[in-house]
Every structure is written in structure tokens, then in C-alpha cells.
């Protein structure tokens, strides 16, 4: 596949750069507000990113894209009808639980460019997911730790993985960890860090944040007491499938989030869960 590597730590997303109107096929409903969508893919990591724009159109990023075809219900029920486009497609770690459901989508979907670590991973569906990207012609771009994407005023940063997690044989610990801020929401996407990568970032980050994807579908190795004191997030969403056989997620770990005080919303109990930012605030909605 044809890979543009990120030099500059900063990716500007316009209306030219991803060429993203220029067949698009329909007209968006209006989206005042951004939105924020943590879809109920089963075991598995998928969140979808609405940012408002001119005459309500905006963008469109899904971050993984679950382990199978529930994405796809997901999004249709997500996105106004007939909305067959989405601006970015980033995979946070190569695994099939944030991976297979990409290639559901890039069958059914139209794609402005493709986002990824770097490591890809020696399996028929990451095979499969390389040559849908390349028959299409889909820009694939490799970000890591200071790579940005800005839209208007909405600023998407990548703060992990660094080269001090890049070449680690465990691809948890190469995930991308972003954090979005956006309507004056602070938001961190966690993919599948342990404490240690959580441990390292908050050395290097100030992390008080408002909503928490939880790590790990909230195994009990991510998500430390240490983490919730310094991030102190008021939303914590936790995507889990039912009757998983992992145990997640972990009964402690929802207890440190409740007693540190957010609000614990989980894709196995609530559904699809919604979250609209505005004006500093986050309004939470769940859906079946």
C-alpha cells in the first residue's frame, strides 16, 4: 500500500486536502454541535467522531472499527441516511478486535485517508485490509507521538506511541493514544495501553480530562488508581461485549472508576453510547 509518513507533526484536514466534497454524495444533516459516538461492536474498540462545519457538513473519523460487521449497523444508525463517506479511518493497534470490522467498511464506504501506526501484523484479515486500501487508492498515513490533526478549532493529538513503544513485541503497547479537545471537552481514546504506557504518559502529559475511553475493554491491568487521580475524567466509557470470555470488564476497576467519581457508561449494558460536547459540557446519551 502507499504509505505517507507525517514529517511535520501536524496534518491540516480542509475541505481540499481530503478532496473529501468533491464526491460527496449527499448533504449531511446539520451538526451544531461535535459528537461523539462509542459504538456497541461487541468485544471490541470502535468510536466515531462528528466535528461540525460550514453549512453543516463537518468531518467524519472513525477510530477502529470493531472485530466483524456490527460497525456497520452501527454507523447507519449513526450517520443521516445514505451518508456513504467518512474523512478518516484510524486503527489504533493491528488486532483483530479494532481491525476487522475496516474491511466491512472500506467494502461499503467511501474513504478520505487511512491512519496507522506503523506495525501492521502477519494475518490473512491485516493482508485483506492492506489490499482494500490499495485498490481504492486510499492515502495511508503513519502518525505517532506529536502528530496532530486540526480542523477549524478542534485539535486532534497523537501522544503515543513514542519510540520508547514502537518496536515493543506486545502491539498493546504500540496503540495510538489520542486526545481530542473540542468544544472545550478534553477527550482521551486509550485503545488497549497497560499502566505502564499509562504510568509513562502521565510523566509527560497533564491529562486532566473529561471523558475516559476506558483501556483495555477495562482490563484490570489498565486504568490504576494513580491514572483516575491525575486524569479525573467526569465520563468513563467502557466498550465490552456480553458474557466476554476475557472477564471484562475487571469489577475492580469499575469501582475505582465510580469512586473517583465519573460516570461509567458500558456498550454491553447501554448500548450505543452518544456523548454531545457543548459549550465546555458533555451530554450523554445511550441508545439501544
Known amino acids: 500500500m502507499k504509505i505517507l509518513e507525517s514529517k511535520t507533526a501536524l496534518i491540516i484536514i480542509s475541505f481540499l486536502f481530503l478532496d473529501a466534497f468533491l464526491w460527496y454524495s449527499v448533504w449531511a444533516s446539520s451538526l451544531v454541535n461535535p459528537k461523539l459516538y462509542f459504538l456497541n461492536v461487541g468485544q471490541g474498540d470502535s468510536q466515531l467522531i462528528r466535528l461540525p462545519g460550514p453549512n453543516g457538513r463537518g468531518i ?3 477510530i477502529d472499527g470493531g472485530p466483524g460487521k456490527s460497525v456497520l449497523g452501527e454507523l447507519q444508525a449513526s450517520l443521516p441516511a445514505n451518508d456513504r ?20 467498511v472500506l ?8 491512519i496507522y501506526n506503523g506495525r501492521g501484523k502477519d494475518t490473512v484479515n491485516w493482508a485483506t485490509l492492506a489490499s482494500e486500501l490499495k485498490d ?21 493529538t ?77 465520563i468513563a466509557v467502557i466498550q465490552v461485549g456480553k458474557s466476554n470470555k476475557y472477564g471484562h470488564p475487571n469489577a475492580e476497576v469499575i469501582q475505582r472508576l465510580v469512586s473517583s467519581g465519573a460516570r461509567v457508561f458500558r456498550n454491553d449494558e447501554h448500548g450505543r453510547v452518544v456523548v454531545t460536547l457543548k459549550n465546555g459540557e458533555a451530554e450523554v446519551l445511550r441508545e439501544r
Do not use: C, W
Not at 467518512?86 to 481491525?99: G, Q
Not at 481504492?136 to 486532534?156: A, M, N, Q, T
Not at 479537545?181 to 510523566?203: P, Y
Open 158 to 234: 497523537f501522544i503515543s506511541p513514542g519510540p520508547e513503544f514502537m518496536k515493543s513485541e506486545a502491539l498493546n503497547d504500540t496503540g495510538l493514544v489520542s486526545l481530542l479537545l473540542s468544544n472545550g471537552v478534553r477527550t482521551l481514546f486509550t485503545a488497549d495501553i497497560d499502566s505502564r504506557v499509562e504510568d509513562f504518559l502521565l510523566d509527560k502529559y497533564d491529562l486532566n480530562i473529561d471523558i475516559l475511553k476506558v483501556a483495555h475493554h477495562g482490563s484490570r491491568f489498565s486504568t490504576t488508581q494513580n491514572f483516575l487521580d491525575h486524569t479525573m475524567p467526569k
Open 107 to 114: 467494502k461499503r464506504y467511501e474513504v478520505g485517508a487511512f
Open 136 to 156: 481504492k487508492k486510499i492515502p495511508v498515513i503513519i502518525v505517532g507521538e506529536g502528530d496532530r490533526i486540526r480542523y477549524g478549532s478542534e485539535l486532534f
Open 85 to 104: 463517506y467518512i474523512d478518516l479511518l484510524i486503527i489504533t493497534h493491528a488486532e483483530a478486535d479494532h481491525l476487522d470490522g475496516f474491511i466491512e
Open 60 to 62: 467524519k473519523m472513525l
